[in-house]
């Protein structure tokens, strides 16, 4: 009995040992990086943006053929009946191969390998643009969760706080020295921090829910971040960011890359204005019935052609014409899109930057209210303590107190924010 009973308990031990380790691992602490990391791997949209590179290059890989020589096999199985029997083989077997060379086609060939480079370069600086807008909406969703737990945090506090309060409170209602009022004033306000602990814990699972999902965690809220609203909140005092902008945006990057690849296109239409020139070599064979030969009249016969071909355009309606045209055209308004992508940028630059200064400004004054609201409460409870003010004027206080702690969190967060968002605007997210 004593072996089994060791037996069940070293069992017993080994599976909360497991159960231990396994909430360790769920529980576990993720840092800011791992979730930009777990993005970029795990989310959909920059897997997406991936396989639109794969066929970026498949393409480019099929350009890279075009003016190469082709090689071609065949074989043919044939068979005729009366009349045509009496002047051909009955029946018989043609093997042949095919060789094809293009040896002037206008350096449409060259400039479409060109263009395919590009496309390449263009879905890549699309999968930066998507890996950049996750990577903000990721920083986002994490700031909302570190500001849920700090708004816990807050409300946790603040029960501490009310409950202190609303004894002492009942304390001098029971001594005669204060109103029953203000004690279910008291208790109001404490059974409203208890209902605002649960909308925060709430919220804090609807934050976690949207950076799961952000990350590739699935539903799972099993984790804990590691940050919480500390550091500093400088101001920005930059005059050149919007030129660096103009070099790193992803959307600068592709209608640059978009207007190149026009271009070669317009190069390519006109390319159809040009003469092209092909040759192609073709050797034939045949076995069957005696007769195949018309050399010998024997059964079987081997040989080879040649074609040496020169297109010229001559006439199409103006259809060639009007196609560069097209193009043409089509520069130009991408030509004055990029120039009012470039505009736009700048202004969105200087807007980000004066997000972050009226955040930091935000964020130093929230930090000054929050003092003098502490020491207002401070010296609240003091008075209160000696009867020369009532409940509800501590409450007030402490009304006013929690509020002021409630707009540090929400500012700092907001800088955090407006950091993130002045990163994207620069396009180092991403890169």
Not at 6 to 24: D, E, P, Q, W, Y
Not at 120 to 137: A, C, G, H, P, W
Not at 211 to 228: H, M, N
Not at 300 to 309: H, R
Request: aromatic share 6%; no cysteine; proline share 1%.
């Amino acid at each position: 009995m004593k072996l089994t009973f060791k037996g069940s308990l070293s069992g017993f031990l080994i599976i909360v040992s497991l159960l231990t380790s396994s909430l360790a691992v769920a529980q576990r602490n993720i840092t800011l990086e791992e979730f930009r990391q777990l993005a970029i791997r795990q989310n959909n949209n920059v897997k997406a943006a991936d396989q639109n590179i794969l066929v970026a290059e498949a393409q480019k890989k099929q350009a890279d053929a075009n003016g190469k020589f082709t090689l071609d096999g065949s074989v043919t199985g044939f068979y005729f009946g009366k009349p045509l029997n009496t002047l051909l083989p009955e029946y018989g077997v043609s093997p042949g191969i095919n060789f094809n060379q293009s040896i002037y086609s206008g350096g449409k060939n060259q400039l479409g390998r060109k263009t395919a480079a590009i496309t390449v370069n263009i879905q890549t600086e699309r999968k930066t643009q998507t890996t950049s807008d996750v990577l903000y909406n990721t920083e986002v969703a994490y700031w909302q969760v570190v500001s849920a737990k700090e708004q816990i945090k807050l409300a946790e506090q603040s029960h501490k706080q009310l409950t202190a309060l609303v004894t002492d409170i009942n304390n001098q209602y029971i001594a005669g020295l204060t109103y029953k009022n203000d004690l279910l004033r008291a208790r109001v306000q404490q059974n409203q921090n208890e209902l605002s602990l649960r909308q925060g814990n709430d919220a804090l699972t609807l934050a976690k829910l949207n950076l799961a999902q952000l990350t590739g965690l699935s539903d799972s809220v099993e984790f804990t971040v590691t940050d919480s609203i500390t550091g500093t909140f400088d101001s920005l005092q930059t005059s050149d960011l919007a030129i660096r902008a103009q070099s790193l945006r992803s959307e600068i990057l592709i209608q640059e890359k978009t207007l190149e690849s026009a271009r070669l296109q317009e190069r390519i239409y006109k390319g159809d204005l040009l003469p092209s020139v092909s040759l192609a070599i073709s050797g034939v064979s045949a076995f069957g019935k005696q007769g195949v030969n018309p050399e010998n009249n024997s059964n079987s016969m081997a040989s080879y052609y040649g074609l040496l071909t020169v297109n010229v355009p001559i006439f199409g309606w103006g259809r060639r014409t009007e196609k560069v045209k097209e193009q043409q055209y089509r520069i130009q308004s991408q030509e004055y899109l990029l120039k009012e992508s470039r505009q736009v940028i700048s202004v969105q630059v200087q807007q980000s930057i004066l997000q972050v200064n009226q955040s930091a400004r935000s964020v130093t004054l929230a930090e000054l209210s929050l003092l003098q609201a502490e020491e207002n409460l401070r010296l609240s409870r003091d008075r209160l303590k000696a009867g020369t003010i009532v409940g509800k004027d501590v409450l007030d206080a402490q009304t006013i107190w929690q509020q002021a702690y409630s707009n540090v969190i929400e500012s700092k967060v907001g800088y955090k924010i407006a950091e993130t968002n002045l990163k994207r605007t620069l396009g180092e997210l991403g890169r």
